[in-house]
Every structure is written in structure tokens, then in C-alpha cells.
């Protein structure tokens, strides 16, 4: 498993303009987010502890979730998400595209839940909650919404609580399911 270090350094590749991180020299990964999408434009910003703290707890939701994710994707999916909660812009909550269900999702902030739209679910990661509002990262493969925006792996998605149902209310086999909609 790879773990945080304040070696690692953030920065935005000036050619395709997304965000990076340089794991070591020679090897960077790159997020989803482009620097248009960031508030702040980190440059050569090294690892701190604030972004140690949000990898971890996001490798943590997807780990007690035990959907069984390759370490490559785990890895992958808390770099995106500490990438996300740290630098990106806020984002609009559009609740009315999304099916409502009786409960709120409850537990803990971070946390694999799915989020149903056009009689489809979808399996995301919530980040952040804030009231009734919940910040989510989609870890399902790209989904259409009403308004036809295309919602691409990795986005960013702001809902109601009530639009999120955990692993473990759906009916259908989680594990199944979230194989159909994952890379």
C-alpha cells in the first residue's frame, strides 16, 4: 500500500493544465482537476499534513467499505479525493437531478454510498458534509444527468443527504453492482 509523504509535491502541469502530484522523481500522478476547477493553484506545494490526514481517511471509507477495489484504484481514488477537499472550488448543489429516498445517509463523512439518477446508481464517495448538503466524488464510470451534463469518474457531485443510500440499504448486491459502474 502506498503511503503519504511530505516528500510528495503538488503542482499543475503547464501543458494539460491538471493538477499533479509527484510521487517521486520520474513518477506523478495526475488528478481530474484541471486548474480552472481549483481555488487554490497549488505550485510545487509539497504534502502536508493536512493532506496526509485527507488521504488516509479516504483510503479508510474505501478500505471499511469492502468493495473489493484494486490497491492501484484505492490508491487512486484518495489521491483524487485528498486532491479534491483540499483545492477544489465549491461546487453548486443540483439535489433535483438526483432520486430522493426516505433517510438521510448518516455516519461518518467519508463513507461509499450510492446515488441514484435515471433509475441507475451509482457509487460515490461522500468527502465532505455540511448541514444537509454532501460532497461527493463519483467513483462510478461517466453518467448522464437530466440537464445532460455528463458527470465523468472522479467528479465532483453536491446533493442533500437524502439523495444518498449507504452500501448497505440497497437492494441489489453492492459488490455486483458496483462492478458494472467501475472501471
Not at 9 to 34: C, P, R
Not at 153 to 166: A, K, M, T
Request: aromatic content about 10%; glycine content about 2%; overall charge negative.
Amino acid at each position: 500500500m502506498l503511503l503519504p509523504s511530505g516528500h510528495w509535491k503538488w503542482y499543475i502541469d503547464k501543458q494539460s493544465h491538471f493538477l499533479m502530484i509527484e510521487l517521486n522523481a520520474g513518477l506523478s500522478f495526475q488528478t481530474a482537476f484541471v486548474d480552472s476547477q481549483l481555488q487554490v493553484i497549488p505550485e510545487n506545494l509539497y504534502f502536508e499534513i493536512l493532506h496526509s490526514q485527507c488521504f488516509i481517511e479516504s483510503l479508510e471509507a474505501v478500505n471499511q467499505s469492502n468493495v473489493p477495489f484494486e490497491q492501484s484504484v484505492k490508491t487512486q481514488i484518495a489521491l483524487n479525493a485528498t486532491a479534491a477537499k483540499c483545492f477544489h472550488k465549491p461546487v453548486i448543489h443540483k439535489s433535483w437531478l438526483y432520486e430522493k429516498h426516505p433517510s438521510c445517509l448518516v455516519g461518518p463523512e467519508q463513507q461509499l454510498a450510492w446515488l441514484s439518477c435515471n433509475q441507475e446508481s451509482y457509487l460515490v464517495l461522500t468527502l465532505q458534509q455540511q448541514g444537509s448538503l454532501a460532497l461527493c466524488l463519483n467513483l462510478s464510470e461517466d453518467f448522464k444527468t437530466a440537464d445532460n451534463k455528463i458527470h465523468k469518474q472522479f467528479s465532483l457531485i453536491n446533493v442533500h443527504s437524502d439523495r444518498l443510500v449507504s452500501l448497505e440499504q440497497i437492494n441489489d448486491d453492492p459488490i455486483e453492482q458496483s462492478n458494472e459502474h467501475i472501471n
